[in-house]
């Protein structure tokens, strides 16, 4: 495994470790900011503006593991793009 596919897991490792975490305060409001928060789309953003204080913590983590995958998934397919370029150039010769 390359490097950037090992950043890009590593992002997406944080991002499901920041989505618990939210669920797991959201839980902690009430049952039903709990379900919402797992079942309707956009909800777990709400939540987090309703409750900055307490969700700062695991956004600024979702964040990250998120920028984190984009990156690593960036590196990937440029080094799996350049070993593509090498291998034809090498059956050209």
């Known amino acids: 495994m390359g490097t950037g596919l090992a950043i890009a897991y590593t992002g997406l490792a944080l991002a499901f470790i920041a989505n618990i975490w939210l669920a797991v305060l959201a839980f902690q409001k009430g049952v039903l900011w709990g379900l919402a928060v797992l079942c309707i789309p956009f909800v777990a953003l709400i939540f987090v503006i309703l409750n900055f204080r307490e ?13 984190l995958s984009g990156a690593g998934t960036g590196m990937a397919s440029r080094s799996e793009r350049a070993r593509l370029l090498r291998e034809q150039a090498a059956a050209q010769q």
């Open 55 to 67: 969700t700062k913590t695991p956004l600024v983590l979702y964040i990250v593991g998120v920028l």
